[in-house]
């Protein structure tokens, strides 16, 4: 089945430590997309990208960092300037072939800090 | 910029009553419009999406009707259940489609 993939479940972060999140698709889609999720709040959008080898910040990019070297995949470096890294982070994907798609979402990683 | 207002929660219903979550929005053009379900610990799930004026988006039991003049996007549902507790989503593409904004979210709980 396709769908995305986000791992691992649960992270843990040590001080001054940087960790990475996965997100892996297999739905073909151009565009791919971090959200971050603090408990009883919305989406904030970190980080956006529409084709390979390029992206956009989003609303809150500060303290992250990310990749997008193949189409498939679209890695997130929670990096040690940000200091209040524990929260849900959200992957999601979506076609940019047809106007209006909806995105698609992963189960989301968990991040706590140590 | 685009902008979502949603229904503050959170919610608590009985079984088998009816549900309404309040959106309304603001775009440039006519963009389709996603309402996303959050169960707990869970990513979102696209619910029902309405492509244009007066387009209704089922599933589920939910409805939500494009509202182009009222510039509103209600969530309904005539007879809820327990499973139907999590959190709900506004979401309206911006012009480009490059990104969605979503409302802040309304968290429901039915009990039995």
């Known amino acids: 089945d396709g769908g995305i993939t986000q791992s691992p479940k649960y992270l843990f972060r040590k001080e001054g430590q940087n960790v990475t999140l996965s997100c892996e698709q297999n739905l073909n889609h151009d565009a791919m997309y971090w959200y971050r999720q603090d408990p009883g709040q919305g989406l904030r959008l970190i980080y956006y990208?529409?084709?390979?080898?390029?992206?956009q910040k989003g609303d809150i990019a500060e303290g992250y960092s990310v990749s997008r070297e193949k189409k498939e995949s679209f890695p997130l470096t929670v990096t040690s300037a940000q200091k209040n890294p524990t929260a849900f982070y959200l992957c999601?994907?979506?076609?940019?072939?047809?106007?209006?798609?909806?995105?698609?979402f992963g189960d989301g990683t968990r991040l706590s800090i140590l | 910029g685009n902008s979502v207002t949603q229904m503050e929660g959170p919610v608590t219903l009985s079984e088998e009553a009816f549900l309404t979550i309040n959106c309304t929005y603001t775009?440039?053009?006519?963009?389709?419009l996603f309402w996303y379900v959050q169960y707990p610990g869970e990513g979102l799930q696209l619910l029902l999406k309405a492509t244009k004026a007066d387009d209704k988006g089922s599933n589920k039991g939910f409805e939500a009707t494009y509202r182009k003049e009222t510039t509103s996007f209600h969530l309904e549902k005539g007879s809820v259940q327990v499973s139907d507790s999590a959190v709900y989503f506004c979401a309206v593409p911006n012009f480009g489609n490059e990104k969605l904004t979503f409302g802040t979210g309304t968290r429901l709980t039915i009990i039995p």
């Open positions: 775009a440039t053009g006519y963009p389709s």
């Open positions: 990208s529409q084709i390979v080898n390029d992206f």
């Open positions: 999601a994907s979506t076609s940019t072939g047809l106007p209006n798609q909806p995105q698609h």
